[in-house]
């Protein structure tokens, strides 16, 4: 390979195998207590884009998260990964994604879904 092309491709291979792969982040972070097609302890997340907090009908919503009326946009989804109780207090969610990297990747691949 020349070396003008191999300067451009290495960098873009490196740093898509050192991306954070969005479905097993979902799978591991989230699976626990959502999936993308039906409820568990937690709403069904697939088509949350554009939805507002608290609609899934077949779900079992904290009063706190109904009232809240948020329209889940790739911003309200990163406040509320980073930090449920600061974005609506009194909700049932405890887990946080720490991580802005994962965050994105996991909000990333709930786009798609």
């Given amino acids: ?8 491709w290495l960098p873009l291979a490196v740093a898509a195998q050192s991306a954070p792969n969005g ?3 979902f799978d591991k972070r989230c699976g626990g207590c959502h999936a993308l097609d039906r409820d568990k302890e937690g ?10 907090s608290g609609t899934v009908p077949s779900f079992g919503y904290s009063d706190a998260v109904k009232k809240a009326r948020i329209v889940w946009t790739e911003e309200m989804l990163e406040k509320w990964l980073a930090d449920p109780e600061k974005v609506v207090p009194g909700n049932d969610m405890t ?3 720490g991580k802005a990297e994962e965050r ?5 691949y709930l786009k798609t879904r």
Avoid at 1 to 8: E, K, S
Avoid at 43 to 52: I, K, M, N
């Fill in 23 to 25: 479905k097993e982040l």
């Fill in 1 to 8: 390979m020349r070396g003008w092309l191999l300067a451009i």
């Fill in 104 to 108: 994105r990747a996991i909000i990333d």
């Fill in 95 to 97: 887990f946080q994604v």
């Fill in 43 to 52: 709403p069904r997340l697939g088509g949350v884009f554009g939805r507002t």
